[in-house]
T-cell receptor, first 117, second 114 residues
Framework: AQKVTQAQTEISVVEKEDVTLDCVYE???????LFWYKQPPSGELVFLIR??????QNEISGRYSWNFQKSTSSFNFTITASQVVDSAVYFC??????????????FGQGTTLQVKP | ETGVTQTPRHLVMGMTNKKSLKCEQH?????MYWYKQSAKKPLELMFV???????ENNSVPSRFSPECPNSSHLFLHLHTLQPEDSALYLC?????????????FGPGTRLTVL
């Protein structure tokens, strides 16, 4: 089965706190791609990162960092020193290589992050 | 205009109405998608078009009818909808339909069916 689980439905933090959003995936494919998207209140999903299954290096982009661990099938997302503008719904998604040429993306349920001033 | 645009942003319709949602991408991509996002549900892929041909139809009821006249435009024609079809409809585009191709999304159309 192909599946993405974001167990945290809602997280609330105070500004400047660090926060980690969890993502666990299931796939039988050995080649696959993982994505994170941000959905602010305006509705548009904003692409944050794409990672392929062969690259387990952690990535940092400003206050954002991603921890990919193949051994635990997890691709967690950490925001350091959170800001009110980080308030949004965050989605983790999986694109299995076995999906062929159909553009199929499997999304998790999303985690709603609220950052309070 | 840049990226992916969708019109209208909000739509209220009765169950007997016929309406259309429009999506336009300005990224030079070859693939376009329709997704449905209901409250408390993951995004559901509805249709995928690649080079104006439909490559995926995820068991969507026939009251939703997509149209892709060219690689920059995608429509979703709606008729005799049900209240449970009320949702945010998102359009996306990507260079191709390979697993490596990142999808870029529009702002969505918030649809309410009365």
């Amino acid at each position: 089965a192909q599946k993405v689980t974001q167990a945290q439905t809602e997280i609330s933090v105070v500004e400047k706190e660090d926060v980690t959003l969890d993502c666990v995936y299931e796939t039988r494919d050995t080649t696959y791609y993982l994505f994170w998207y941000k959905q602010p209140p305006s509705g548009e999903l904003v692409f944050l990162i794409r990672r392929n299954s062969f690259d387990e290096q952690n990535e940092i982009s400003g206050r954002y960092s991603w921890n990919f661990q193949k051994s635990t099938s997890s691709f967690n997302f950490t925001i350091t020193a959170s800001q009110v503008v980080d308030s949004a719904v965050y989605f983790c998604a999986l694109s299995p290589h076995g999906s062929g040429n159909t553009g199929k993306l499997i999304f998790g349920q999303g985690t709603t992050l609220q950052v309070k001033p | 205009e840049t990226g992916v645009t969708q019109t209208p942003r909000h739509l209220v319709m009765g169950m007997t109405n016929k309406k259309s949602l429009k999506c336009e991408q300005h990224l030079g991509h070859n693939a376009m998608y329709w997704y449905k996002q209901s409250a408390k549900k993951p995004l559901e892929l509805m249709f995928v078009y690649s080079l104006e041909e439909r490559v995926e139809n995820n068991s969507v009821p026939s009251r939703f009818s997509p149209e892709c006249p060219n690689s920059s435009h995608l429509f979703l024609h709606l008729h005799t909808l049900q209240p449970e079809d009320s949702a945010l409809y998102l359009c996306a585009s990507s260079q191709g339909t390979l697993p490596t191709d990142t999808q870029y999304f529009g702002p969505g159309t918030r649809l309410t069916v009365l």
